[in-house]
């Protein structure tokens, strides 16, 4: 089975909105692939400027983040990329972790890897704890 869940939202950290389309995100030979695009080349030059995106309709869901509206985006506030975010299905109580990634190098992305908490125990973010592997 699949062992990653995508976040969908409109916006996100910096310039970009998380998708859960298949050229934005996929597993290949066992290895994870996240492939950062143009939102304009996806929806058009005038839908990017003047139009809004609403991940409800774009993707049957949202995951809203940080009490802002991660789900709806019009005109200005659209993110020009669009990449993905995934969370492991995964719990980890004790252990480790080895992670090996080709990072990309450019504008207006975030290459990030953070160990997240499965419950928020203290409160939301950061309260609960974020262990950031590599940002």
């Known amino acids: 089975g699949n062992k990653w869940k995508h976040d969908k939202k409109t916006s996100g950290l ?11 995100s996929y597993v290949k030979e066992g290895k994870l692939y996240i492939c950062p695009t143009f939102t304009e080349d996806r929806f058009g ?8 995106l609403d991940a409800h309709q774009l993707w049957g869901d949202c995951d809203p983040d940080w009490g802002g509206d ?3 985006t019009q005109g ?3 993110r020009p990329i669009i990449s993905a975010t995934l969370r492991s299905k995964s719990h980890i109580k004790y252990g480790r972790v080895e992670v090996k ?3 990309p190098i450019g ?3 975030w290459p990030a890897i953070w160990m997240m908490p499965t419950e ?16």
């Open 76 to 78: 200005h506030t659209n």
């Open 120 to 135: 928020n125990h203290y409160g939301g973010w950061p309260q609960s704890g974020e262990i950031d592997m590599m940002e």
């Open 101 to 103: 990634a080709k990072l």
């Open 107 to 109: 504008d207006w992305i």
């Open 70 to 72: 991660s789900c709806h």
């Open 14 to 24: 910096g310039f970009e909105m998380y998708s859960p389309e298949h050229q934005n």
């Open 45 to 52: 030059a005038d839908r990017f400027a003047h139009g809004s």
